[in-house]
């Protein structure tokens, strides 16, 4: 392929994708301890807690921490078998996920789909404050695991 046609390539790839990386809705840490980490975003960083709930359906017990308008989420595994739980034990606590906030996650991942990229899943599941969430496969996209998500209501 000469560099004129993967220029052009490029150009067609970024214009479908335009819109949808446009909001940051939080950054997804993998803590141990959950009332740990709160002594630390809570108590010491002083950010006020949005939410907090048990997602079964993603193995996680999680945290909001309002940031702006933005958010930090902290995930704590509900077991050593939970794609966070497996996180852990690989990679240690830390960076887990960086959440992209869009109007409409079916479109989006058609998008996503259109334009190649490895999706984890095919059908938004269940996230957080019964937000609809989907995850682009970190290997498809430099190492980072990207999160679409879709709140429940507009914020
Ligand atoms: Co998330």
């Known amino acids: 392929m000469s560099a004129e046609r993967r220029k052009q390539g490029a150009g067609v790839a970024a ?3 335009r819109g949808v990386f446009d909001r940051i809705d939080h950054v ?3 803590v141990e301890d959950l009332d740990a980490s709160l ?3 809570r108590d010491l960083f002083e950010l006020d807690v949005a939410h907090r709930e048990i997602v079964e359906q993603q193995g996680v017990e999680a945290v909001l ?3 702006g308008e933005n958010h930090v989420e902290l995930l704590a595994p509900l ?3 939970t794609p966070v739980g497996k996180f852990i034990a690989n990679r240690g606590p830390g960076l887990h996920h960086v959440a992209y906030q869009v109007d409409d996650i079916d ?3 058609a998008t996503l789909d259109q334009a190649g990229l490895r ?3 095919r059908q938004p599941r269940t996230g957080i404050g019964s937000s609809r969430v989907a995850f682009v496969h970190p290997k498809a996209v430099g190492g980072v695991l990207i999160e679409i998500v879709q709140p429940a209501e507009a914020h």
Do not use: E, P, Q
Request: aromatic share 4%.
């Open 15 to 17: 214009a479908r994708l």
């Open 28 to 30: 997804g840490v993998a």
């Open 39 to 41: 002594d630390l975003y």
């Open 65 to 67: 921490l309002d940031v």
């Open 79 to 81: 077991g050593a078998d």
């Open 107 to 109: 479109s989006t991942l």
């Open 119 to 121: 999706l984890i899943d």
